[in-house]
């Protein structure tokens, strides 16, 4: 382990911790996630390095990131900086919203309690009427 100028072999160091934004973690493909690693770093070094699924994946120059959503984003993320300990897991699933009827929308909404884009397209004289709504499933 690494420790601080002036400590002890030995020290324990502080814990890091991944923070999701947004902070819920079922996210919809296509959604912005950043994940931020929060714990002490060298002064003028914020080298964060991130596990994906327990396996290094990369090393980031900042604490936060931020990338569009994807299947293989799923899974678990941890962090560790210079000075602090590997983070406890954060899990984060991707999903891909697509209902069919009624009971699977109050289905899907009662499972996943997630921001729901749903693409209507209403039969209608020409031209073809079709309408985007976004809500946000709150319970």
């Not at 596990?51 to 990131?65: I, K, L, M």
Request: contains cysteine; proline residues 6%; charged residues 20%.
């Amino acid at each position: 382990t690494r420790q601080r100028d002036g400590e002890k072999e030995g020290t324990v160091l502080p814990k890091a911790e991944v923070k999701l934004q947004p902070a819920w973690i079922n996210v919809l493909q296509e959604d912005s996630v950043t994940l931020t690693c929060q714990g002490d770093h060298d002064p003028g070094n914020t080298t964060t390095q991130w596990f994906h699924n327990g396996n290094f994946t990369w090393t980031e120059n900042q604490p936060s990131f931020s990338f569009k959503a994807r299947r293989a984003s799923s899974g678990y993320y941890r962090c560790q900086t210079a000075y602090s300990s590997l983070s406890d897991p954060v899990h984060l699933d991707v999903i891909s919203a697509t209902v069919s009827s009624s009971a699977q929308w109050r289905d899907y909404c009662l499972l996943y309690q997630v921001l729901v884009r749903i693409s209507i397209s209403l039969p209608h004289p020409q031209p073809r009427l079709s309408v985007q709504l976004e809500v946000k499933v709150v319970f």
